[in-house]
């Protein structure tokens, strides 16, 4: 159904013998036209979202639920079995980022040589395992090793999701994509508290962190092998689609300029990244989004701190889910009804949390204790600004090897934030914890900066290549026939988004 480049002038079609500008365009290297029936397309999404959004929103849920279960056991026995101080408790939380930031690297140099699916299948499993051995844990030495290494085996999923969303979605479909599987982070709120809510009600022979991290590495290590069996690699091989089907989920993608998984390195794509501006806007957006997230891992400590018993602590925690769990959908609908507002809406959600550190930081102690505990609400909800950001990298970063350094580039400065900002939460500072929601404050309006930046950025971009359109440069437009074809990369395409001309970002 497509028309290569390479095909011979005489052998084309006279209707588009007699049109020079479509003529041109095909001189294009690495450029076809496509047509795509767009009730078989439209059926195609609806069956990559029945298979594949419920394996990541799965995977994620349990991502979370595992980095979250140290702020639910804190309060239910861990600190005190263990006799962890202040600080001690708070390096156990920042040595899971330090392992995670330790798997970058070789998370980015694997995911660009090994097949995506079965490299992170395969590390979900062993997470699941280590999450196990938490269970196990007699002192502060032995927490801290099982958190490393927690940290350092999941550090491949978040970095090769982003990937996997951009091979099978189109741009305008990856807000809503992104947000199925960051928005887990919020419903791992609410069904984690209830969990160890039941299980400290429970007659355990463990106590009842123990049986946590049990239950929850079990299931997830079940999760890893499902997502290995189920998850399939591209639309090529994909089983829960025909012929036909595959071919128009190849093409699409083509349309939308994306490139697909490729199991090779390319040196000249990690030059380009590294030397992009655009790659340390996005480190710094992971910066600092993540200075504000330790208020998720303490919000439980923080509310214990103001006089809430044990299990009323957990009841009173879950709303935060909900709130981070709708601020997380604004962030993915508002783009979807509004296109071109991706980065307008993260900037508006970034007074979120900035008004809940604001709040917990000058509520008085006394009378206030509900205005305390909102504040914690708001003052969690950082993942809608994480599924903006991932969101905006999956859509505006092309070439697998490429895509795979500025994705762990991101959540490297992701884990440098999440390590350094527990730190601003020390106990001698409870409960009140007035150096962390200060840092919490500086990073929100540093954020949103650094979006004003990244809107300027790519407006410009765009301006450029769109004045070389104009100017007649063919390589900068693209369009189809006038019968119903659209204009696309081939479908075996690794191009970057800075060679291929006709590709705009995405604000």
């Excluded at 550090?155 to 996997?164: E, L, Q, R, Y």
């Excluded at 992009?276 to 806007?281: D, E, F, I």
């Excluded at 007649?472 to 074809?485: A, H, I, K, M, P």
Aim: with cysteine.
């Amino acid at each position: 159904m497509f028309q290569s480049n390479t095909e011979p002038r005489l052998n084309k079609p006279i209707e588009d013998q007699v049109n020079p500008d479509f003529q041109e365009f095909e001189r294009v290297d690495d450029v076809q036209s496509y047509v795509i029936d767009p009730v078989e397309e439209k059926r195609v999404v609806t069956k990559l979202d029945c298979a594949i959004m419920p394996l990541m929103a799965l995977v994620y849920f349990f991502q979370y639920l595992d980095k979250q279960a140290i702020n639910q056991a804190a309060i239910f026995g861990l600190r005190d079995d263990l006799k962890l101080s202040g600080e001690e408790y708070s390096w156990a939380v920042s040595l899971f980022y330090l392992g995670q930031l330790c798997s970058e690297y070789p998370a980015a140099i694997l995911l660009s040589r090994l097949p995506i699916t079965i490299y992170v299948g395969v590390t979900i499993v062993l997470w699941g395992g280590v999450n196990m051995c938490l269970a196990a844990v007699q002192t502060f030495s032995g927490l801290a090793a099982a958190r490393f290494f927690l940290g350092f085996s999941k550090g491949t999923v978040s970095p090769a999701f982003i990937i996997i969303t951009s091979i099978w979605y189109k741009r305008d479909e990856h807000p809503i994509r992104v947000a199925t599987w960051v928005s887990m982070n919020g419903i791992s709120q609410i069904i984690g508290a209830l969990i160890m809510y039941g299980i400290g009600q429970g007659n355990f022979p463990l106590a009842p962190w123990r049986t946590l991290f049990l239950i929850c590495g079990g299931l997830t290590c079940a999760t890893g092998l499902l997502f290995i069996f189920l998850m399939p690699r591209d639309a090529k091989s994909c089983w829960f689609l025909n012929p036909r089907e595959r071919e128009i989920a190849t093409q699409r993608m083509a349309i939308d300029r994306a490139t697909q998984d490729r199991a090779e390195f390319n040196k000249s794509q990690v030059r380009e990244a590294l030397l992009s501006p655009m790659m340390w806007l996005y480190c710094l957006m992971g910066v600092c989004i993540t200075l504000t997230t330790p208020i998720m891992k303490f919000s439980s400590t923080v509310i214990h701190g103001f006089g809430y018993s044990t299990f009323k602590t957990m009841l009173i925690g879950t709303p935060a889910g909900a709130f981070n769990f709708t601020t997380t959908w604004i962030s993915a609908l508002v783009p979807r009804f509004f296109p071109g507002t991706r980065a307008y809406t993260a900037i508006g959600l970034c007074f979120v949390p900035l008004l809940g550190a604001l709040l917990l930081m000058t509520l008085p102690a006394e009378g206030a204790e509900w205005g305390i505990v909102i504040a914690t609400w708001l003052g969690g909800c950082s993942s809608a600004l994480i599924s903006s950001a991932a969101s905006i990298i999956a859509s505006n970063v092309k070439g697998n090897t490429k895509k795979s350094i500025v994705s762990a580039a991101f959540f490297i400065a992701y884990c440098v934030g999440c390590i350094v900002s527990p730190q601003a939460w020390t106990q001698d500072d409870a409960p009140r914890y007035t150096k962390g929601c200060i840092l919490s404050i500086a990073a929100m309006v540093s954020l949103i900066l650094v979006f004003v930046i990244y809107v300027f950025i790519v407006k410009a971009k765009n301006k450029a290549r769109d004045r070389k359109a104009d100017q007649g440069l063919f390589e900068y437009r693209v369009e189809g026939n006038g019968r119903g074809s659209q204009m696309g990369v081939s479908v075996d395409s690794d191009r970057t988004d800075v060679e291929d001309k006709a590709f705009r970002y995405t604000i």
